[in-house]
């Protein structure tokens, strides 16, 4: 298909641990976006990259998380010594505009931290 | 900062009833608002922004400036518009959207 994919589309894992979250977003589309949706809230905006650079990471709750875009397409967010409070479903959306462009969501990937 | 208001979480409408969902924004300057939806087992999608002046499914939504307000509203609800709906905000020359918590719609027969 040729919409925005992400895996592991379910990773339980165990607190401590370290997870990585990939995110292939439609093809030509240079805006990425993660972001984070606890249960019961709206998505919450983590970061943002423009081609291969992260332009905003203001949302990273703190330094264990980080996220690369090495080649300008796929994304990988990574978490390191998971926390309990890590587990949320982790959204991944393009867009093929830089400002104000649609955002084309992913499935998600549900994270739980025991 | 800018922040979304969604006050309902769960409105439940008949068949046919009228249907509005509530959404309030702050932002002092000219934003951007959006309708996002996600239907049961599908993924977060586009509904309507408020710069086309659209109406997709029926929906429409006015963005009131005065009441900084961005409500979504459809005369007869369907049972296939039941469903969680999030509004979104984005300000003028950024990228990043806010959403609200949402407001799971539910249409009974």
């Known amino acids: 298909g040729a919409g925005v994919s992400q895996t592991p589309s379910n990773k339980v894992t165990e607190k401590g641990k370290y997870v990585e979250l990939r995110c292939d977003p439609i093809s030509g589309h240079t805006a990425l976006y993660w972001y984070r949706q606890s249960l019961g809230q709206g998505p919450e905006f983590l970061i943002y990259f423009q081609g291969t650079g992260a332009a905003d990471d203001s949302g990273l709750p703190n330094d264990r998380f980080f996220a690369v875009r090495p080649e300008g397409s796929v994304s990988t967010l990574k978490i390191q010594r998971t926390e309990r409070g890590d587990s949320a479903v982790y959204l991944c959306?393009?867009?093929?505009?830089?400002?104000?462009?649609?955002?084309?969501f992913g499935e998600g990937s549900r994270l739980t931290v025991l | 900062a800018q922040r979304v208001t969604q006050p309902e979480k769960l409105l439940s409408v008949f068949k046919g009833a009228p249907v509005e969902l509530k959404c309030n924004y702050s932002y002092s300057g000219s934003p951007e608002l959006f309708w996002y939806v996600q239907y049961s087992r599908q993924r977060l999608q586009l509904l309507l922004r408020?710069?086309s002046r659209e109406s997709i499914k029926g929906f429409t939504a006015d963005l009131n400036k005065g009441e900084t307000s961005f409500h979504l509203k459809k005369p007869f609800a369907q049972e296939e518009d039941s469903a969680m709906y999030y509004c979104a905000l984005t300000t003028s020359g950024t990228y990043k959207y806010i959403f609200g918590t949402g407001t799971r719609l539910k249409v009974l027969a």
């Open positions: 959306a393009s867009s093929l505009k830089t400002i104000g462009g649609e955002l084309f």
């Open positions: 408020h710069i």
